[in-house]
């Protein structure tokens, strides 16, 4: 027997009907709620250049440095079964199992630093229209910082757009320095300078910053700038000033450290203690084997002395965190631009890849011990799990009680998702 028939209108009401509740259900399968980590802040360890995953995370068997496609260096164990990491980082493979190696971190921006230094930041493309704030800056605008006369957000390196706020505002910019002994440049007062004659200073200075705000307002950029000289003032006291006095440290602590960019990492340390949320400290400012991480060339053949220096600082940051109880409390994140091929070029160097590349996370109570992702016989191609710029930074956001699909507002109005569609890392949490 044939069933009732259909007729036009009754068939698009109930094709209609049908579509509406399949959005619905993707709606509410993508609201999911993203997991949430216990992390109060981050240490965004920077290595600007591209680092060799080949050669520091991701090794496998020899090349020659001139034909022969490989590592140049040996792999050895690590404290996670059968993983194995370059022989420079003996620090990091005896520490591995408080960590999580990521290997399958991909992007498709190959030839251009700044491009790619930008999307590792902001976790979108550069746009001509809108100027997307930075994960540092998301952090400031979501957690603010940590307690009273702190700032949420610092770098430890030389300022650069692609760190910065964007479309948040100044109010949400970092404070930066290059001199761990000086502190940031502007926020320390001048010799002499009595606590009281300070005061009457900034007395006057806000005098003068209200009557100008208010004969330009509604001005948004005089707005950010008077929030922005309110800030300074309220960073430049003794208490945040005291935070880069890293000779109240012990002797040992300093030199668990190792040295110039370590005793960064040790400030690090110092300031989330403090309350800062994000920190972020670039590695090589000075470079040490006359290249940084972009191993062009004769950079190749002193590699070893920058991964040394690096394993020596975030084994000492690891340890030290684990010391004062903030291991679980704090997410570490090593990370670079994009990552180098196993071949060499005709200088012995290598050139760029990012089709694969190794990122590394720590502490925040993840689900560590375990490797994400693998790549074939020459850390060339993703094997299996392969994870976006947008997931890594998901995966950060989560770990910090960030829900990395919240929406925020541009200036037109235009709701802008804190990640590009990034879902976090699952297998770290719960």
């Known amino acids: 027997m044939n069933g009732p028939t259909l007729s036009r209108r009754d068939w698009l009401k109930t094709s209609a009907a049908g579509a509406v509740a399949a959005r619905l259900n993707a709606r509410a399968a993508t ?30 068997a020899r090349g020659d440095g001139k034909k022969k496609a ?195 990492c040790l400030l690090a340390r110092r300031l989330v203690e403090s309350g800062v949320r994000f920190v972020e400290v670039a590695h090589n400012l000075n470079f040490l084997n006359g290249t940084g991480w972009d191993t062009h060339n004769q950079g190749q053949l002193r590699q070893h002395m920058l991964i040394r220096e690096l394993d020596h600082a975030v084994s000492g940051l690891l340890d030290d965190l684990r010391r004062v109880g903030k291991l679980d409390t704090t997410l570490v994140v090593v990370a670079t631009e994009f990552g180098r091929p196993p071949e060499f070029d005709s200088g012995g160097g290598r050139g760029h890849q990012s089709r694969a590349f190794s990122g590394l996370l720590a502490g925040a109570g993840l689900r560590c011990g375990q490797v994400i992702g693998t790549t074939d016989e020459l850390s060339k191609t993703i094997a299996d799990r392969p994870v976006t710029i947008p997931e890594f930074h998901a995966t950060i956001h989560a770990a910090l009680g960030i829900n990395p699909s919240k929406e925020l507002r541009s200036p037109d109005g235009r709701p802008v998702p804190i990640t590009d569609h990034g879902t976090p890392i699952a297998e770290l949490f719960g």
């Not at 993203?34 to 600007?48: D, M, Q």
């Not at 910065?164 to 404070?175: A, E, R, T």
């Not at 926020?187 to 009557?211: C, Q």
């Open 31 to 60: 609201a999911a709620p993203a997991p949430r980590g216990g992390a109060e802040a981050c240490i965004f360890l920077w290595l600007g250049g591209g680092a060799a995953q080949i050669d520091t995370f991701d090794p496998k």
């Open 70 to 264: 490989g590592s140049y260096y040996d792999a050895i164990p690590t404290a996670i079964t059968g993983v194995e990491v370059g022989e420079h980082l003996p620090g990091v493979a005896e520490r591995l199992d408080r960590c999580v190696l990521v290997r399958s971190l991909h992007h498709k921006i190959i030839d251009e630093h700044g491009a790619a230094t930008n999307l590792l930041h902001t976790g979108r493309p550069t746009s001509e229209t809108i100027a997307y704030p930075s994960l540092g800056s998301i952090v400031a605008h979501e957690r603010g910082p940590g307690a009273d006369g702190v700032p949420a957000y610092v770098v430890i390196g030389y300022p650069n757009v692609s760190r910065g706020p964007g479309f948040l505002g100044s109010k949400y910019g970092y404070v930066y320095l290059t001199d761990t002994g000086t502190g940031p440049s502007g926020l320390t007062p001048p010799a002499g300078i009595s606590p009281g004659r300070r005061d009457r200073r900034e007395e006057l200075l806000e005098s003068l910053r209200n009557d100008f705000q208010a004969a330009q307002s509604p001005d948004a950029r005089v707005a950010d700038a008077v929030a922005a000289s309110r800030e300074a003032a309220r960073l430049s006291g003794p208490a945040f000033r005291r935070v880069f006095q890293l000779a109240e440290e012990s002797s040992s602590v300093r030199q668990s450290y190792g040295g110039e960019f370590g005793q960064r």
